[in-house]
């Protein structure tokens, strides 16, 4: 027997939802972390990869740590004001352009040299525009096929309130990690669309248990408020959840914290991935899914209550 929930005070037993995690949702409820998204996106705007925007990457190693912003400064004034650049560790410098001739990459190196007692060059790589909106265009396609399938799979599994609650907690899912990654100036490369595919699987894993929860329980006590049943399933699920994740979390901790390059990135997006996706599933999908249940069965509500 599932746990029951003390109604609301002053209420009559099982006729308002019980306080809980899934209580009547708000279109406000998710507005302040998605405004500081997306005006991170709006602002700070996506750092798109050479791989997507064409150009060239060149990394170097310093003698002396270089900060990234006065590294800037000096590339603007050896006529580079676009230039990107990114510090890795105490000694590393990455460099993004666009197409550099010969001259222009000595003039890019002698800059960073100048900063950094000596610059030594540990990975350059040059990708045309060509490939680039090739790729960039993959990309959007992958993360449309990726969306479908998994609405797809969602109306044919559940009832469309929980396919749509499921949708629009991973909607949120992908603009929170979109905006962090805007605003930490991190680059949206192929790593980053394979993070965000990943968060999007979990994201709608995690509505699944606890939608399953809820369908399970629903079936058993047909008599209990839907709210109540939903509240329910949240706090049964919650637990799993949050160990499966913790579990998970101290991985990509250890790799995001101390990690560089490409690794640690993608480390970090599932680590911003997982801890929204946990937070989402419990405060968006289940809430919404409650309310979307609650303006479906109105009218049957209305029509019983006029006909006395």
Sequence with gaps: ??????????????????????????????????????????????????????????????????????????????????????????????????????????????????????????????????????LRRGAVIALVVALTAQLLYLVARFRWTFGAAAVVAMAHDVVVLAGVFAWLGKPVDGVFVAALLTVIGYSVNDSVVVFDRVRELTRRERKRPFARVANAAVLQTVPRTANTGTGAAFILTALAVPGEGSLAGFALALLIGLAVGTWSSVFTAAPLAVELHRRERAPVVARRVAAG
């Design 1 to 134: 027997m599932s746990p029951s929930l003390p109604p609301l005070r002053g209420t009559p037993s099982g006729h308002h939802p019980a306080s809980g995690p899934a209580t009547r949702w708000r279109a406000t409820d998710a507005t302040p972390e998605l405004v500081l998204a997306g005006s991170g996106v709006l602002v700070r705007g996506a750092d798109l990869g050479v791989e997507f925007t064409g150009g060239r990457l060149i990394e170097y190693a310093t003698d002396r740590p270089v900060d990234a912003d006065r590294a800037r400064e000096v590339l603007a004034g050896a006529g580079f004001p676009r230039a990107v650049v990114q510090t890795s560790g105490e000694d590393r410098l990455t460099v993004r352009t666009a197409e550099l001739t010969e001259p222009e990459e000595d003039r890019v190196t002698a800059a960073i040299g100048g900063l950094g007692g000596q610059a030594d060059k540990l990975r350059d790589e040059s990708v045309g525009p060509g490939i680039g909106e090739e």
